[in-house]
């Protein structure tokens, strides 16, 4: 599926001569983003599977899935009180863009950075004003989900749209790779929402509610990546790192079980297991990727070599937040160290 689903290649969505739209429509096309009458658990499962096969070839195009799969998945736990059925099915066939744009909730929750979206009532809905300073899958009309604060410091969770009036591109990142994502910023001037653009009013419950497949289906990306590089050092592994090789495909196999067994049943999972599980997965990803440059030598430090577009993958693995560094407040802060 995979060699099909990224139509261009891997090097040159990172390098951003080519992006992943037609790789979103290609999947919307085999039915990789679900259908309204899927359960929930079966098709997280399916999902935390294909994002970790696209991961093993092209992080860009998993990356692009995986924003795409996360505004599914807040329509899915939160639907605004208007049926956005149509809009539904334009994410679920890839025609049009999701761009998720969560990232300052984790701050603003844990008390570490304040929400740079401002929100003032407008009838029964919202002006929007401020910035959104990075998302990804910002193209053409995308769908953007972001929270806002209120004037009496309460937080909502809204969408809009890319091409919605005073709404205007602050242009693409400069990106160490991953260039082909359309990751970028916006700037808000007064954007109207509607009240059928309100997901939740609640950003702590929102956020409760979909954490789970989002640290579930993060850990996939970094597994792909983690099945990348080992396979690419095993082509030239000498005898003596063989049993490093050994126990980091060893702890990859156990994340990925570990993985597998929290995406079929999330009953009962505390947040801390998903934490030291996406941990966990980043780590070995890292570790992997170390030992494939180890192995490779001079031609895996080629800025063009999969080689090196993987150390570029797997720097970025630990910024997606939550980030590495908030993972682990987090476990802190809930008074379990444990790794």
Not at 5 to 31: K, N
Not at 100 to 127: C, E, I, K, S, Y
Not at 175 to 184: D, K, V, Y
Not at 257 to 282: F, K, N, Q, S, T
Request: charged share 20%; glycine share 12%.
């Amino acid at each position: 599926m995979t060699t099909t689903v990224t139509g261009a290649t891997a090097d040159d969505l990172d390098a951003g001569r080519a992006d992943v739209r037609p790789a979103l429509r290609r999947l919307g096309e085999i039915g990789a983003f679900g259908a309204d009458d899927d359960d929930p658990t079966v098709a997280l499962l399916a999902s935390v599977r294909m994002l970790r096969r696209l991961a093993s070839v092209s992080l860009a195009t998993a990356f692009g899935a995986w924003s795409q799969r996360m505004v599914l998945e807040y329509l899915r736990c939160c639907p605004p009180p208007e049926p956005l059925t149509g809009l539904v099915a334009e994410l679920r066939a890839g025609t049009v863009p999701g761009a998720t744009a969560l990232a300052p909730a984790v701050a603003d929750l844990a008390g570490t950075g304040t929400l740079p979206v401002h929100a003032v009532r407008d009838g029964a809905g919202w002006r929007l004003s401020g910035t959104v300073g990075w998302a990804s899958n910002l193209f053409d009309d995308a769908v953007v989900v972001t929270p806002a604060r209120t004037a009496d410091e309460g937080r909502v969770v809204v969408l809009f749209r890319r091409t919605d009036a005073g709404v205007t591109p602050t242009g693409p990142h400069d990106l160490l790779g991953l260039r082909g994502t359309g990751t970028g910023g916006l700037h808000l001037d007064g954007v109207v929402v509607g009240s059928g653009q309100v997901l939740s009013d609640d950003l702590a419950g929102f956020m409760a509610v979909c954490r789970p497949a989002m640290l579930l289906l993060q850990t996939a990306l970094a597994l792909g990546v983690a099945d990348a590089a080992l396979t690419a050092a095993g082509e030239h592994l000498p005898a003596v790192l063989r049993p490093d090789a050994a126990a980091l495909a060893e702890r990859r196999d156990d994340a990925a079980r570990r993985l597998e067994d929290l995406a079929g049943d999330r009953v009962g999972v505390h947040p801390g297991d998903l934490a030291r599980l996406r941990l966990a997965a980043l780590d070995v990803a890292a570790e992997a990727v170390r030992l494939e440059t180890a192995v490779a030598g001079g031609s895996g430090y080629l800025a063009g070599s999969d080689t090196a577009r993987r150390v570029r993958e797997a720097a970025f693995l630990p910024v997606q937040a939550p980030t590495y560094g908030q993972l682990r407040r987090e476990i802190a802060a809930a008074g379990d160290g444990r790794r």
